[in-house]
T-cell receptor, first 111, second 115 residues
Framework: KAGVTQTPRYLIKTRGQQVTLSCSPI?????VSWYQQTPGQGLQFLFE???????NKGNFPGRFSGRQFSNSRSEMNVSTLELGDSALYLC??????????FGPGTRLTVL | AQSVSQHNHHVILSEAASLELGCNYS??????LFWYVQYPGQHLQLLLK??????LVKGIKGFEAEFIKSKFSFNLRKPSVQWSDTAEYFC?????????????FGKGTKLSVIP
């Protein structure tokens, strides 16, 4: 079974721009979660989608948004990028027995 | 809000030494507990998990963890570490309801194993 895939793996943007990250979950997994990983704050939950609906949301500003498609693939969008948004963005898909599997992440650098 | 504390930021051990990494969480309800490992340049991998039953759980690569409910702890152990265990280890708690999935992570512990 293929693992969680994320594209692109690396991104460089400038302040004020927006960015879209993509995640394909493990086949058969319907829940997709997004996390932000930074050296200072560690891993922080952004949001979770299940069957195209946002089921849970972390404590991030409205500039961070996401969506899920009918094939369970998910995208997250960050608008009006700030320097502090530089991070590794991780996507995870959850199995029916509550195990969460992580992708390799997208490394976003905001200049 | 729930939180997860990992007491050691960086642990340095020699090969064959025993390992114990501490993890405490603050949540009084039912929890699912996890340890993840992130090897250099690789993505997070699940080491082991506790949902219910025997509080001593065994994971991959010789790791085990013990859930002590009265202490809100879920410490990770390995009797004899190897150089290949050099990685960052994260404790995580799932406290959201049955209908949703959210993990709260500790800040991580970096383990360096000296040959």
């Amino acid at each position: 079974k293929a693992g969680v895939t994320q594209t692109p793996r690396y991104l460089i943007k400038t302040r004020g721009q927006q960015v879209t990250l993509s995640c394909s979950p493990i086949s058969g997994h319907r829940s997709v979660s997004w996390y932000q990983q930074t050296p200072g704050q560690g891993l922080q939950f952004l949001f979770e989608y299940f069957s195209e609906t946002q089921r849970n949301k972390g404590n991030f500003p409205g500039r961070f948004s996401g969506r899920q498609f009918s094939n369970s693939r998910s995208e997250m969008n960050v608008s009006t990028l700030e320097l502090g948004d530089s991070a590794l963005y991780l996507c995870a898909s959850s199995s029916p027995n509550n195990e969460q599997f992580f992708g390799p992440g997208t490394r976003l650098t905001v200049l | 809000a729930q939180s997860v504390s990992q007491h050691n930021h960086h642990v340095i051990l020699s090969e064959a030494a025993s390992l114990e990494l501490g993890c405490n969480y603050s949540y009084g309800g039912t929890v699912n507990l996890f340890w993840y490992v992130q090897y250099p340049g690789q993505h997070l991998q699940l080491l082991l998990k506790y949902f219910s039953g025997d509080p001593l759980v065994k994971g991959i690569k010789g790791f085990e963890a013990e859930f002590i409910k009265s202490k809100f702890s879920f410490n990770l152990r390995k009797p004899s570490v190897q150089w290949s265990d050099t990685a960052e280890y994260f404790c995580a708690v799932k406290t959201s309801g049955a209908g949703s999935y959210q993990l709260t992570f500790g800040k991580g512990t970096k383990l360096s194993v000296i040959p």
